[in-house]
C-alpha cells in the first residue's frame, strides 16, 4: 500500500464495507419482494429500478459532482422504497454517505426525510401501526447522526490541529534558516564596520574594510532572496560543498583553516545544505559566543557517512548558556538539521580548552 496513509487505508475500508452493505440489502430487499409479491404487476417496475439504483451507485467514483450524485440515488431510492416497503433496509448505507459528504444543514434534512420513509415503510410492512418499528428507526437515526457529526468534527479539529503544528513548525523552520544563514554575514559586517570606524584616519585600510562588508552585505542580500525561494544556500549555487564551506570560512571574520579527509563523492542536495547551514552556526558562535582566534573546519568522507567537525580554540563552557539576545537558535537549531537527515550532533567543550562540534549524516538514510 505504497503512498497511500493510515488514514486512507482506513477511509478506503469504510468506502469498501458500506458499499458492500448497500449492495447485499438492495439485493435481498429485492428478493424478498420478488418471493412475496410473485405475479405483481410492480415486479417489472420494482425490477428496473432495482437495476437504475444499483448503477446510479456503482457510477458515484465515475462523477465528480458528488452532490448530483447522491441526489440521483436518493430519488431511485425513494421509488422503489415507495413501490416496495422493503427497500427501506438499505437506508443505512445512504444516511452514512450523506451525513460524511453533506453539510450540516443538508445532511440533518437528508436524516429527517430518510427516517421517515423508513418508519412510514417499515409500519406498511407490519400491516398497522407498530410502536416499535416507529421508535427503532428513529433511534438508530439519531445515534447514527450523532457517531457520524462527532467523527467529523474530530477530524476537523485534527485537520486544524496538524495545521497549526505545520505553522509553527515551518515558523522555527525559517527561524532556524534566518539565523544560521543571516547571522553570519551580519555579525561580519558589524566588525568590518565598526574596524572601518577604528581605522578612519587611515582611508586606505577603512576603505579595505568597508569594500569587504558591501562584498557580505550583497552575498546576505542573495542568500535572503534564496530563503525567500527556499533554495540551497547561495554558497552551493554553482559551487561544490568544499567550495561552499570555503566560501563560508572566508566570511567568519576569524581565520579558519578548511580541511577535507577521505574520498570526495557526490553528496544529496539536503545533506550539502545542512552542513553548510551547520558550518554556519557554528562558525557564528565561535566567534560571537567563544572568543575563538583560531577554527578548523574538517569534512570527512567516510564509507556509510559524511562527518563535519568545527574546533575552536576559544574559552570553551561546561553547558551552553543562552544567547543574551534571546535567540537560542545556534547549537539547537544545529542539532534539529542534523536530526532531520537521520544524524546526530555532538558537542565537547571545556572552559579554557576551546570547542568541537561535530555532526555526522549517514548517507543511507539521506
Known amino acids: 500500500m505504497d503512498g497511500m496513509t493510515g488514514a ?14 448497500f449492495f447485499l440489502l438492495v439485493l435481498a430487499s429485492a428478493v424478498r419482494f420478488l418471493t412475496h409479491h410473485d405475479g405483481s404487476p410492480l415486479a417489472p417496475w420494482v425490477l428496473g429500478f432495482t437495476v437504475a439504483l444499483v448503477v446510479a451507485y456503482g457510477a458515484g467514483r465515475l462523477i465528480d459532482r458528488h452532490l448530483v450524485w447522491l441526489t440521483v440515488v436518493l430519488a431511485l431510492w425513494v421509488v422503489l422504497v415507495v413501490l416496495a416497503p422493503s427497500f427501506a433496509w438499505s437506508a443505512i448505507p445512504l444516511l452514512i454517505t450523506g451525513l460524511r459528504t453533506l453539510p450540516a444543514g443538508q445532511a440533518l434534512a437528508l436524516v429527517t426525510v430518510v427516517t421517515a420513509l423508513v418508519v412510514v415503510s417499515e409500519n406498511r410492512l407490519a400491516d398497522g401501526f407498530d410502536p416499535n418499528l416507529t421508535i427503532v428507526p428513529i433511534a438508530i437515526a439519531a445515534v447514527t447522526a450523532a457517531v457520524i457529526t462527532y467523527m467529523r468534527r474530530q477530524a476537523e479539529r485534527l485537520r486544524e490541529s496538524e495545521r497549526r503544528a505545520g505553522v509553527l513548525a515551518e515558523r522555527h523552520r525559517v527561524s532556524r534558516e534566518l539565523h544560521d544563514a543571516l547571522a553570519q554575514g551580519l555579525s561580519s559586517q558589524a566588525m568590518l564596520l565598526q574596524a572601518a570606524d577604528q581605522a578612519w584616519a587611515r582611508p586606505e585600510l577603512a576603505r579595505e574594510h568597508l569594500h569587504a562588508a558591501q562584498r557580505i552585505g550583497a552575498g546576505n542580500l542573495a542568500e535572503a532572496r534564496r530563503l525567500v525561494q527556499d533554495l540551497a544556500p547561495a554558497d552551493l549555487a554553482g559551487a561544490s560543498l568544499e567550495e561552499a564551506l570555503h566560501a563560508v570560512a572566508g566570511r567568519a571574520g576569524l581565520p ?10 557526490p ?7 545542512t552542513l553548510v547551514r551547520i558550518a554556519q552556526g557554528a562558525l557564528a558562535n565561535a566567534r560571537e559566543h567563544a572568543d575563538a582566534g583560531h577554527v578548523v573546519l574538517t569534512l570527512t568522507h567516510l564509507d556509510d557517512q559524511v562527518v563535519l567537525d568545527v574546533a575552536d580554540d576559544g574559552r570553551g563552557f561546561v553547558e551552553p548558556a543562552p544567547a543574551a539576545d534571546g535567540r537560542g537558535h545556534g547549537l539547537p537549531a544545529m542539532r534539529v538539521r542534523a536530526q532531520q537527515l537521520g544524524g546526530r550532533l555532538t558537542v565537547e567543550s571545556a572552559p579554557g580548552h576551546g570547542t568541537v562540534v561535530s555532526a555526522a549524516i549517514p548517507l543511507a538514510a539521506s
Open 267 to 273: 553528496l544529496p542536495e539536503r545533506v550539502q545544505s
Open 8 to 21: 486512507d487505508a482506513d477511509t478506503r475500508r469504510l468506502a469498501v464495507v458500506m458499499h458492500s452493505a
Open 256 to 265: 579558519v583553516e578548511v580541511r577535507v579527509d577521505g574520498a570526495v563523492r
